[in-house]
C-alpha cells in the first residue's frame, strides 16, 4: 500500500458512516423498493448459529415474489 503514494484509503471510520451508509442507501432505492413495488408474495426462512468459542450468526432471508 505505501509504494504508491497516489492512492489513498479512507479511514475505517468514514468508510463505515459515510461511504457504506451512501451504498446501503442507492442499493435500496435501486432494487428493494422496485422489488417491493412489484411484490406479490414473500417467503422467509432463517439460520441461528451458534458457538461457544466464536460470535453468533443470524441469517435471515427474504425473497419478494413478483407475477413475472
Known amino acids: 500500500m505505501h509504494l ?35 411484490c406479490h408474495f414473500t417467503t422467509k426462512s432463517f439460520d441461528l448459529w451458534m458457538s461457544k468459542v466464536s460470535h453468533d450468526i443470524f441469517a435471515l432471508v427474504i425473497s419478494f415474489l413478483g407475477n413475472d
Open 4 to 38: 504508491c503514494p497516489i492512492i489513498v484509503f479512507p479511514s475505517i471510520k468514514y468508510f463505515s458512516n459515510e461511504l457504506l451508509h451512501e451504498l446501503m442507501e442507492n442499493i435500496k432505492q435501486l432494487y428493494v423498493l422496485q422489488a417491493l413495488i412489484e
